[in-house]
């Protein structure tokens, strides 16, 4: 992507207030039960039908979204999803597929390119088919992963593979990346596995701690002392109520997905009026750096990813410290002092 | 290129009009491009599938531009969608 329009245009959307990217959990089913999953507790029934989402398709592009994102759950296992794919494309958006990937044969593979998009993101969870299946909870899983990116390779699709790193997988990350480079897919590594939305802490006992990620910022791929810019104060707060939404299967509408606060349910009222009118949203609109609490303030801050998702997460509101955010930060600022030492 | 060549805009952009600028992602290149209001206008009309001739006369009515001006600025913009894999020439 073009940096300097990419910039402009996440600009423009922010201060006119365009829903520019949204991300839509077209369904909670899934056939993993992987251990780390932020939706486990889920409900699966009262999904939202297709016709309620081309409804609210329509809306988004009359308001501007360009940027149309399909997660889940297994967002493939929807009867539907090729209907609402279509859909997607002839309503001009740009379309990201979030996938595990085990549901691609050949001719899906091949159906999917139909679609026009922009890229399929595929779950891999080790270097190891054991590593990858005992996180899946289920074995084949990793083989039918590769063998996907392989199908959809072959039929002209972008594909980038994802890594939630944890206890179970963290040190095969050399080994992902080479998987990675062999299939010509992409790859990104997500170092802090999430509570789940309902504020279930089981997936909590597989994330990294501050000396497995210290360990892991040594590698450059992770963190390059080079490039590092320190983290200014405007980014404490980010995109998302400002021109990123999501929107779950079952109607409610978030700030994010890893934010999951309603602000509305599409059921109820139009998406345009839970966008324009939710006091969450403008709530979260007004509030200016100098309302988050302790940050602006801390000898961290150069080297904060603050998430507000995350600190709503974990203290129920967006605009205090998450504690999770602390420890990254700590770990980056010891891996850049060790840097500079070297130097 | 000339104004009797036929044009249509690739096939599966994605496209938005975001404050008077037409944004158009091709998935094919993952490139994100931005046209300006008069290339926002001609891509509408490219849409509607209006050949070059015709976006060129309406731009003249509408406009009150010369025509050898409008030609010259249309064919220039449509040339540019061209190199950048934007359009395809239908003979």
């Known amino acids: ?343 | 290129m000339n104004r009797f060549n036929r044009v249509t805009l690739k096939r599966g952009l994605a496209k938005r009009v975001i404050d008077g600028k037409m944004y158009l992602v091709d998935s094919e290149t993952s490139t994100l491009h931005q046209l300006n209001e008069s290339g926002t206008i001609i891509v509408k009309k490219l849409e509607k599938g209006m050949g070059i001739e015709r976006i060129i006369n309406q731009i003249v009515e509408d406009y009150e531009v010369e025509r050898k001006r409008a030609e010259k600025d249309v064919l220039f913009f449509i040339k540019g969608l061209k190199d950048k894999g934007l359009i395809i020439e239908d003979g």
């Open chain 1, 1 to 343: 992507m073009d940096e300097c329009i990419a910039q402009k245009l996440e600009k423009i959307s922010s201060q006119k207030r365009i829903p520019l990217s949204v991300d839509v959990e077209l369904t909670y089913c899934c056939n993993l039960n992987c251990k780390h999953c932020y939706l486990q507790g889920r409900k699966v029934s009262g999904e939202l039908a297709t016709a309620e989402l081309f409804r609210l398709f329509d809306e988004l592009r009359e308001m501007g979204t360009l940027y149309l994102t399909f997660t889940g759950g297994e967002p493939l296992l929807r009867p539907d999803f090729y209907n609402l794919a279509d859909y997607a494309k002839e309503s001009a958006f740009a379309l990201v597929i979030f996938t595990n990937g085990t549901l691609i044969t050949e001719s899906e593979a091949f159906r999917i390119a139909e679609c026009s998009p922009l890229a399929v993101h595929i779950s891999l969870l080790g270097a190891e088919p054991e590593t990858h299946d005992s996180i899946t909870g289920v074995r084949g899983s990793f083989r039918k992963v590769i063998r996907a990116v392989k199908f959809l390779k072959r039929a002209g699709v972008r594909v980038v593979l994802k890594t939630a790193l944890m206890k179970q997988n963290y040190t095969e990350y050399e080994g992902i990346v080479s998987i990675c480079e062999q299939l010509e897919a992409e790859w990104q590594f997500d170092m802090v596995v999430s509570p789940t939305h309902w504020g279930g802490v089981r997936p909590l006992q597989y994330r990294l701690n501050q000396e497995q990620w210290k360990a892991l910022l040594k590698d450059k791929r992770f963190f390059s002392p080079e490039k590092f810019s320190p983290t200014r104060p405007e980014a404490l707060l980010c995109s998302a109520g400002l021109n990123l939404v999501a929107v779950t299967p079952l109607g409610e509408v978030y700030p994010c997905l890893a934010w999951p606060c309603s602000l509305g349910n599409v059921r109820e009222k139009s998406f345009k009026d839970i966008w324009e009118d939710s006091p969450y949203l403008t709530h979260l609109r007004k509030t200016e750096i100098s309302n988050v609490k302790e940050c602006p303030s801390c000898p961290l801050l150069s080297y904060c990813p603050r998430c507000p998702g995350m600190a709503f997460l974990e203290e129920g509101d967006f605009r205090s410290p998450s504690r999770t955010n602390c420890q990254f930060a700590e770990a980056i600022g010891d891996s850049l002092q060790q840097a500079r030492q070297y130097k």
